[in-house]
């Protein structure tokens, strides 16, 4: 490997505070989705690459963890300020790699400033616990310590806000951190890398390594690293929780999702169209928590909601996410969007009554695709069971409350879920009752504020903690409790018997 200036056709890792050439002989193309040309090339990097990278951060780590928290704490707000000052270039960068419209990618940036701006307080929530005579002239304190070096591994679809969920929380706490972001969308990632240098972090404590499998089985086994957060598809976070628990490490593995979003005949159809046309459409659906179900409870409100629902899709803004006025850009490639139609074409096959084919909205322009409307979708359908990841919508139709829950809670996944009713008994007894980690009564898409925790249940989520909030602090620490005495010259006994307190 060799260090350079930062490269212009092939981006490069990042590792000890500076770009680094791979030596791995592929690499990917990185597409801009709104024209479909190749704007740079990402390396698949090898085990070296991802060995070095953790190489750095093992040696970065005693002397972070060492530094006190009030003064890693000064290393976020100072991120936190250069990348508000930046917010537009960072923007427009998501914008030309993933294709969602501007002010969704500066909304994702937001999100994620925030979970810096929680890091910020990591002195009061690092914040031990003191007993003083715990026994007589005895003390006792328990104290959160940083685990050493960690690892994050990053889907296509949230290129600012995914690792945002991770290495602030990490970082703070006093770990060091190994970043693998999506080949699909790595410029983000080398930017904020380059920001948390400038900002005053020390070479070592965040690195980044491009790659596939090989680098990120390679950094979930090796002996060095901790801890593993990842978010991407249900597959690869199955795999990623067995393989790295297998070798020992802490794992929290973020997967797929299928979201219902519950409408009462007591609801307001025009707050729970305006809500579904933004959470199954916008960034094309291609989000961990867009609404992909829409469950109508009763005939007249599925009526009444198709109806509008069709007037709506008519009207969607579909282009470059740099455009004014557009609400939805194209897929992340070609073969996604292949998949996302050959769903399509799977929901008519198995019966399912089309009513807005997007088919009809491709461009070959871009990696464009229109929006679609199904209607009649029963559970046996694989459109119903599968994750699309697509601008598709399906209306389910129960016939009461119980059944929709039921419905919800029967599927294999559970990230978020939301239910519109005017009803606070029915809202009560769905956020007590529903298997999902998320919950939004009236409000599609609840992902939880920074300062408390995101996650979902079932084949949504492996492990034990969701992210970010004080769940993002307990998975990036361990607990230490310590006993203490200062005893007199001789006054402290031989004790056989197990100690108790006098
Ligand atoms: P993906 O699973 O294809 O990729 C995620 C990451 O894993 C990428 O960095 C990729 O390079 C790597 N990877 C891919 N295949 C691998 C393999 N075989 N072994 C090891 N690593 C591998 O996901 P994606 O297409 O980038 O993102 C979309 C998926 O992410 C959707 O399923 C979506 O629901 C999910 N997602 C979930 C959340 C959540 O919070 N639950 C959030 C965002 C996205």
Redesign the pocket.
């Known amino acids: 490997m060799s260090s350079t200036a930062i490269a212009v056709d092939t981006v490069g890792h990042w590792i000890d505070g500076r770009v680094v050439d791979s030596d791995a002989p592929d690499a990917t193309d990185v597409y801009c989705p709104a024209n479909g040309e190749v704007t740079k090339r990402v390396p698949v990097g090898s085990r070296a690459d991802a060995e070095a990278a953790v190489t750095a951060a093992a040696r970065a780590f005693d002397a972070w963890a060492a530094t006190p928290a009030h003064v890693r704490a000064r290393v976020m707000f100072t991120f936190r300020e250069k990348m508000l000052a930046d917010i537009d270039r960072l923007a427009a960068i998501i914008c030309d790699e993933h294709g969602k419209v501007l002010d969704d990618a500066k909304g994702e940036l937001q999100r994620g400033i925030e979970v810096v701006e929680f890091a910020c307080g990591i002195p009061e929530l690092l914040k031990g616990e003191f007993t003083e005579n715990v026994g007589s002239g005895v003390d006792g304190m328990s104290l959160r310590k940083p685990l050493g070096p960690v690892v994050g591994?990053?889907?296509?679809?949230?290129p600012a806000m995914?690792p945002m969920w991770m290495f602030p929380v990490a970082l703070a706490c006093g770990n060091t951190f190994v970043l693998?972001?999506?080949?699909k969308v790595p410029t983000l990632a080398m930017e904020m890398a380059a920001m948390l240098t400038e900002s005053g972090l020390p070479d070592g404590v965040f690195n980044i390594v491009h790659g596939?499998?090989e680098v990120?089985?390679t950094l979930i086994t090796d002996p060095r690293v901790e801890a593993v957060s990842f978010?991407?598809?249900?597959p690869?976070a199955e795999?990623?929780y067995r393989t790295g628990t297998e070798a020992g490490k802490r794992v929290q593995a973020?997967?797929?999702?299928k979201n219902h979003l519950v409408v009462m005949p007591d609801a307001d159809v025009e707050n729970a169209v305006n809500a579904l046309m933004g959470s199954a459409f916008g960034s094309a659906g291609e989000r961990?928590m867009a609404i992909s179900v829409v469950v109508a409870v009763g005939d007249e409100v599925a009526r009444a909601i198709r109806e509008r629902l069709v007037e709506r899709i008519a009207e969607l803004r579909v282009g470059p996410g740099t455009e004014p006025g557009v609400e939805m850009g194209p897929l992340i490639t070609r073969e996604h969007r292949e998949r996302v139609m050959s769903y399509v074409a799977a929901g008519e096959n198995e019966g399912a009554e089309l009513v807005v084919d997007g088919r009809n909205g491709v461009r070959e322009d871009g990696f464009f695709l229109g929006a679609s409307l199904f209607d009649h979708v029963t559970p046996q359908m694989k459109i119903y069971r599968e994750?699309i990841?697509g601008p598709v919508l399906a209306i389910v139709r129960v016939n009461s409350f119980d059944e929709a829950l039921q419905l919800v809670n029967d599927h294999e996944f559970g990230?978020g879920t939301a239910l519109f009713t005017a009803d606070g008994r029915a809202a009560r007894t769905f956020i007590s009752q529903v298997r999902a980690g998320m919950v939004g009564i009236n409000v599609p898409i609840p992902v939880p504020m920074a300062f408390h925790s995101?996650g979902?249940w079932k084949r949504?989520?492996f492990g034990d903690h969701h992210v970010h909030g004080r769940e993002g602090v307990r998975f990036y620490t361990r607990y230490k409790t310590a006993t203490i005495r200062w005893p007199e010259a001789g006054a402290a006994p031989t004790e056989f018997a197990m100690p108790t307190a006098k």
């Open positions: 591994v990053v889907p296509f679809n949230f995914v693998k972001p999506s080949e596939g499998r990120v089985d978010v991407g598809s249900t690869v795999h990623v973020l997967g797929g999702a961990c994750e990841f990230n995101f979902g949504s989520l």
